[in-house]
Structures are given as structure tokens and as C-alpha cells.
């Protein structure tokens, strides 16, 4: 899931990862380097998976970083959510 948007943090890597873990499934956080010779830009990923081991796996497991650091935040649910959490 592409989770880079300049204003927001939506989907926030966090609420990714809470929803797929609810479902039994595993995430790896993967940001991409801005090269602007190559004209990649800066990009931010949340792999999902159920296949155990997957993530283990090159060019995954040297790519893969801690998500942001940001506050703790509560799953959204059709009863929950809280845009004010992910306004930067």
C-alpha cells in the first residue's frame, strides 16, 4: 500500500499495520530515496502479506525500515476515526 501523501498521513503506515494484523497478516515498512538524476522521488510502502517468512526474504529484508515515529495511535474503525492524527 503507497502511503507517502505530502499533507497527510494517509494511510498512515501504523493504521496499516493494525489493520493487517487484525486480519493475522505481517507488514514491512519500505521507504524509497529521492534520486532526482533518475527521477525517483521520495515514496513510502507498506507491504502486507499471510505468507510467514515472506518478508524475511531479499531485496525485502534490507530494504525494510521502522515506520514512522509518531504517537501511538487507535485502529479506525466504521465506529472510529480521528483525522486530526495524521494532518501534518
Known sequence: MHSSIEDFEMPNEEQVHLAAESMGKHT????????????VFTSDWVLVTSRPGFLENEPIKSARSEPS???KIRMWTDDYSNLWQIVR
Do not use: G, L
Open 28 to 39: 514491512a515498512f519500505i521507504s524509497s530515496e529521492e534520486d532526482k538524476d533518475a527521477d
Open 69 to 71: 515515529s509518531r504517537p
